[in-house]
Structure formats: structure tokens, C-alpha cells
């Protein structure tokens, strides 16, 4: 592996900035790492706003559509537009009513899958860095 920010640019994406570098695939050609790594994360398009669900014992982080189907499963009252009264049976609310939420990853729906804003450590930015294009960072207010 070539590392480094180097003038080659990727075969495949054109990339240049790679702090990774730049590996020679199984056909020889110079690729980035974004580019040779199969099993990487699909970088999002965009970030949906996150709301939190749960029932006091388990806690999961989803979509909009998903947390107010979670509400209505579970005959939830809202209080608010982005918050249900707290009930035995549960509790959805948006992230912006949770104040500080930080994680060490990128959080996806635990429904569907789509990629929710949270905001990251300093550790969830490096995980970006190192598992996500740069074309992708600035969703997470990443400078390249």
C-alpha cells in the first residue's frame, strides 16, 4: 500500500486524497481504499434526523417514521410534535429534545436502516474517516 496524500489518482473514482492510500487491486490497477474495500459502508446521501424509542428496558435509535410507528404500536400520547408522553409502555422522542447526543459511530434506523444526524466524538469522527469516502465527511461536518 502507497500511503499518504499523493498526487495518484485512483483508477476507479479519481480520488487523490486518500489518507489511506492507495492499493493496487486484483487487477493491478491503483485504486483507493473506498474503492478496493468490499465490505465498506454505502456512504448516505443524506442524514435523516434521529428519534429515540424504547420501552425502559431496550433503547433503539431510528427514523422518524419508524420511532412514530413505534408510538402508535404502542398506544404512545404525544405531548409535543417531537415527543410522546413517558409511559409504561414506552417513549419516542426526536434527538434535538435528548440535548447532548454523541456517538463513536454513525447511527443508522434499527428499522430500515437509513443513515440518522447525531452528532460524534472525537472518535466517531475518526471512524468516519477511516470508513467513509471524503466526498461523504461534510454530512457530518468532516472537513476533507
Not at 468490499?38 to 433503547?59: C, F, K, M, Q, S
Request: glycine share 10%; hydrophobic share 35%.
Amino acid at each position: 500500500m502507497i500511503t499518504g496524500h499523493l498526487g495518484v489518482a485512483c483508477a476507479a473514482c479519481g480520488n487523490t486524497g486518500d489518507p489511506l492510500g492507495v492499493m493496487v487491486d486484483s487487477t493491478g490497477r491503483l485504486v483507493c481504499f473506498w474503492c478496493k474495500a468490499p465490505d465498506r459502508p454505502a456512504p448516505p446521501v443524506e442524514l435523516v434526523p434521529a428519534w429515540i424509542v424504547g420501552d425502559y428496558d431496550i433503547t433503539d435509535i431510528t427514523c422518524e417514521q419508524h420511532a412514530k410507528e413505534y408510538a402508535a404500536d404502542n398506544g404512545l400520547v404525544w405531548e409535543y410534535p417531537g415527543s410522546t408522553l413517558e409511559s409504561p409502555n414506552g417513549y419516542a422522542y426526536a434527538v434535538a429534545y435528548s440535548g447532548d447526543l454523541e456517538s463513536d459511530y454513525p447511527h443508522v434506523c434499527g428499522v430500515c436502516g437509513v443513515h440518522v444526524d447525531t452528532a460524534l466524538t472525537n472518535d466517531g469522527v475518526e471512524y468516519v474517516r477511516e470508513n467513509y469516502p471524503p466526498a461523504a465527511w461534510h454530512l457530518w461536518g468532516i472537513d476533507a
